[in-house]
């Protein structure tokens, strides 16, 4: 039997105005979005920590840390293939789960294009990937519409 891997990723960021909101590559409509170095989109951040912890690689920070300048306005979705890249050789993705917690809004209508966004970036099939979204009962800096986190698990195994 192959070896197997499990990674977990965690990622929040407040909300800015004046930014473009982008959770897995999509562009959702709302009067605020994410603080970041990169596009903020903490979706595809948990997921690189998760692929980078499963293969015991580091983390985000130490791949794209705020300390790069190249990586700033970075769309985050190409530093998630740009991480794939460096360890692909090595792993396959059996799959990947993610949830979204996010007060608002609401992200049920875009969730299965942010499933194709993070396939296509890693050449995975969408069946591979879930996505998932939650609310925080109107609990904490998330519940108070004040930031966005998400939580991602991925299972490698070796080539």
């Excluded at 690189?48 to 794209?64: E, H, K």
């Excluded at 050789?89 to 608002?104: G, H, L, M, P």
């Excluded at 990937?129 to 004040?146: C, D, F, H, N, W």
Aim: net charge positive; hydrophobic share 40%; aromatic share 6%.
């Amino acid at each position: 039997m192959k070896q197997q891997r499990i990674g977990l990723g965690y990622d929040i960021h407040p909300f800015e105005r004046g930014k473009q909101l982008t959770l897995g590559g999509v562009k959702i409509p709302f009067h605020m979005g994410l603080e970041g170095h990169s596009d903020g989109d903490c979706l595809s951040h948990s997921i690189i920590d998760a692929l980078l912890g499963a293969a015991a690689a580091g983390d985000i920070g130490n791949m794209f840390g705020v300390d790069r300048p190249e990586y700033k306005n970075a769309v985050s979705l190409a530093l998630l293939e740009k991480a794939w890249d460096t360890l692909k050789k090595t792993y396959r993705i059996a799959n990947i789960d993610t949830v979204i917690i996010c007060q608002e809004p609401k992200l049920g209508g875009y969730v299965q294009m942010m499933k194709k966004n993070i396939a296509a970036a890693l050449g995975i099939k969408e069946s591979s990937v879930s996505v998932k979204s939650t609310t925080a009962k109107k609990l904490g800096e998330i519940g108070r519409v004040k930031a966005i986190a998400s939580r991602a698990i991925v299972l490698l195994t070796k080539k």
